[in-house]
């Protein structure tokens, strides 16, 4: 029996004991009086985290203090499993480092972990990962994580975390299903200096790159590359759909065209979200920066992203029409190449590969390559092709 009162919420709205959903995030907070002594952070009936408050200038005291009384309160927790302690302060008082945005709001918390130590005594340290989060909340067009801005030991922003979201089929709304992250010059020094001889390389061949943080400028510049002239709906047949009529499909096609009537953008729905992508005519060295302000337009417009097996979560980049030799590649007279970058909703490059067709567009070889920057070949030529395999064009 808790020698404290025990009040039960719900998305911070205090709940009956016999409302308590048996799946889901329910809080238990323990008060003495008007004092929050600690919480129980339970998700789907297990226990996640210990919770309480404290001063920014004293988070791993109050951290020491919330994990004792829940000890002594026998709450259900076992240390030497290591006991998740969050501690929520005031952000006002915490170097952010960044600027919000208008209208949105902060919640701050600094991560601990509790376990048992040599000695069978109670030890605190704080998270290894992130042992500062500062999670800037927007309530327009629905209440969500606009982004985490996470910190390091030192305190210093080291990256964004940007949450994409899914349709919850179950209630209907939009749920975080997955995030990519921006790194400051701090978080790219720690991930570097983190880095094995493999990871290096590819990092200096651009087949591992870091989207920046606070790069603006760069973003701005490949927009036009997401804009097209017109829209169409198409179902997965290819026929047209009126938009008033989109709801009544469950898988379809929005078909960016250009002026002359190519194609920009192609964007694969099923079960009305986002499955992938295709994005044409984009110089090779933009492939990041166009690939980079995808994501960020995803993110914005909430647009929710397809779960499944079948699901890739790819985004192809092209660039078509590029006929200037390169070593290695085999080219005739009238050939051309086609470059595709296949990136990942998560932020990663999966591959870069270089299609060799000929003036009438019929692929003749297929080429891996380190990344969209360096063209250096991946096995050379991959011989014959698989009937099944095509570029896009």
Known sequence: MSQYQVIYTVNGQPVDVSEVPP??????????????????DVRDNQLHAITCQGPVDGLEDAAREAITNAVNNDAPLELSDGVRVNVFFDPMEFNLQFDMQEGNT??????FIAFEGPAKNLAIQPEEHGPYV???????PVMRVYRRAIYNSARE???FEHPLFTLDPQIGLLSECGAFAELTPAGEQEMVQAMDEWDREALSRCALYFLPAFSEEHLENALPYLQS????????????????????????????????DTPRMVQNFSQQ???ETDIYQVPVEMHWHVFHAY???????????????EVTHYVRVHSEGLSEALDGVEMEEGDRRIHTSVFHLSGSLVLHECWVVNDEGEPKKRYLMHSPVDFGLIDGDLGELDSDVQPEH
């Open 23 to 40: 799946q889901g995030i329910v809080e238990r907070l323990h008060l003495d009086g008007e004092r929050l002594v600690y919480g129980e």
């Open 106 to 111: 902060l919640m701050a918390k600094a991560q």
């Open 134 to 140: 500062v999670e800037e909340v927007s309530e327009e």
């Open 157 to 159: 922003l080291v990256c």
């Open 229 to 260: 002239e017109q829209q169409a709906l198409l179902s997965q047949e290819g026929q047209p759909i009126a938009p008033e009529t989109i709801q009544s499909h469950e898988a379809f096609f929005v078909i960016g065209v250009n002026s002359d």
């Open 273 to 275: 979200a986002l499955a």
């Open 295 to 309: 994501l960020k337009q995803l993110h914005e417009t909430l647009t929710p992203i397809a779960m499944g097996d």
